[in-house]
């Protein structure tokens, strides 16, 4: 993971991003086998008063990003 940012509630009302900057380097190996530069992932929550903002981000968005991730790399490795 070279960066990963979150924004929360600041782009517009209940509307979270989370902004992605990876890379899959085989070991030994200077070039990526795989590699996400600032990819967005955007996600509307109707967040309840007093939800923390990181809570949002643990049970909303880390599944579908963690999913889109891992079915990115495996296309890139073939599988």
Known sequence: M????FDGNTVLSDKYVVIVSARLVKDGSTSP????????FYKKVKAAK?????????????PEIAESLADEIAKALGR
């Open 2 to 5: 070279d960066r990963l940012e």
């Open 33 to 40: 086998v795989w590699k996400a530069s600032a990819k967005r």
């Open 50 to 62: 007093g939800r923390a903002v990181s809570n949002v981000f643990i049970e909303e968005q880390l």
